[in-house]
């Protein structure tokens, strides 16, 4: 099992080989996780990223590569990665408001 369980989900159930077939935009799918996935797992995702961020301040490009496979380009420098990771940290938190709210017990 992955270190990061909610970023790994995100990455290869919502942007998937067909991704660019199922949507307009990587807005769109972030947009799609953030409305079928409870609020802690989007947290998740997000905590995720950081924790990701953090463990690999350098070579980050490589270290998204090597962890997650992705199906989706988030640049060919370790800036370019950072910055992608960065707006998808951000993007979920501005989607947050699409997700489900658990039923009270």
Known sequence: MSDYAALTN???A?????????ADSQDDV???FASTNWPDEIEAARADIA???LANPANVHTA???TFMPMVEVGS???EARNWLTWLSDR???HRALAP?????
């Open 30 to 32: 972030v947009k799609d």
């Open 101 to 105: 709210q658990k039923p009270a017990d």
């Open 10 to 12: 995100l990455l290869n």
């Open 51 to 53: 924790a990701f961020l």
């Open 14 to 22: 919502y942007f998937h080989q067909d991704w660019m077939f199922e």
């Open 77 to 79: 420098t370790d800036a």
């Open 64 to 66: 998204i590569e090597e």
């Open 92 to 94: 979920l938190t501005e």
